[in-house]
């Protein structure tokens, strides 16, 4: 789990997948609707011009990289997202996440909180 005072640490470190592979680095931190640090953008691609966002649920550091519990390709595949980088994401943009990493999105009042999917389950909105 990534602690508030690693926050500021992240931004320029490796992004490794759940099986040690590299993905690109950290790019912003997003924010969820409660101003929370919920996402992690990662830079991909050439010279890092794309962008996927990671959830931070489940994501550790290991030295100087952080680890997420996801492959290498989900992680690729991810939405786009509209949001401006610097604006929480929208409801509909974190929907659209939480469905694609097979997370379970529970809102309520700007309170949106992930937690792994159990198999069987679907996601509540």
Known sequence: MITTDQL????????HDRDGDRIGTVGRIRQDDAGRPA??????????????LVPLEGAHLDDDRLVVPFARAVVKEAPAVDTPPDEPLTPHD???????????????????????RLPGRRSIG
């Open 94 to 116: 974190v929907r659209r996440l939480c469905d694609h990493y097979g997370l379970l999105w529970f809102g309520a009042e700007n309170v949106r909180i992930l937690r792994p």
């Open 39 to 52: 996402w992690a953008g990662v830079r991909t691609g050439l010279f890092g011009r794309t962008e996927s």
């Open 8 to 15: 500021r640490t992240l931004t320029g470190l490796d992004v």
